[in-house]
Nanobody, 117 residues
Framework: QVQLVESGGGLVQPGGSLRLSCAAS????????MGWYRQAPGKQRELVAS???????NAADSVKGRFTISRDSAKNTIYLQMSSLKSEDTAVYYC???????????WGQGTQVTVSS
């Protein structure tokens, strides 16, 4: 298990953009999958997007065409570029990393994204 630190959340108007970052602690971190979940108050946590060590990308239908996930393996960091934000994107966004095919899984502490006029 490694430490994950998210940053980049905040308040943005509908139609605006934000870029989230998630940095893994230590050096030489090797992961199979990293990605982002989000959870709005009173709702289930849902997968937003993920990227594998072989650069396979998966994204939820609700964010396709608006959100882009990427990684910088040298910096042990992944990013989530969010554009055309909607009020329904408001949630706490959590970074995760799977260090093996089965596990373990590490979680970040979460960063708040609020989309409101």
């Amino acid at each position: 298990q490694v430490q994950l630190v998210e940053s980049g959340g905040g308040l943005v108007q509908p139609g605006g953009s934000l870029r989230l970052s998630c940095a893994a602690s230590g050096s030489g971190v090797s992961f199979y999958v990293m990605g982002w979940y989000r959870q709005a108050p009173g709702k289930q946590r849902e997968l937003v997007a993920s990227i594998t060590r072989n650069d396979r990308i998966n994204a939820a239908d609700s964010v396709k065409g608006r959100f882009t996930i990427s990684r910088d393996s040298a910096k042990n960091t992944i990013y989530l570029q969010m554009s055309s934000l909607k009020s329904e994107d408001t949630a706490v966004y959590y970074c995760y990393a799977d260090l093996g095919l089965i596990g373990p899984r590490s979680w970040g502490q979460g960063t708040q994204v609020t989309v409101s006029s």
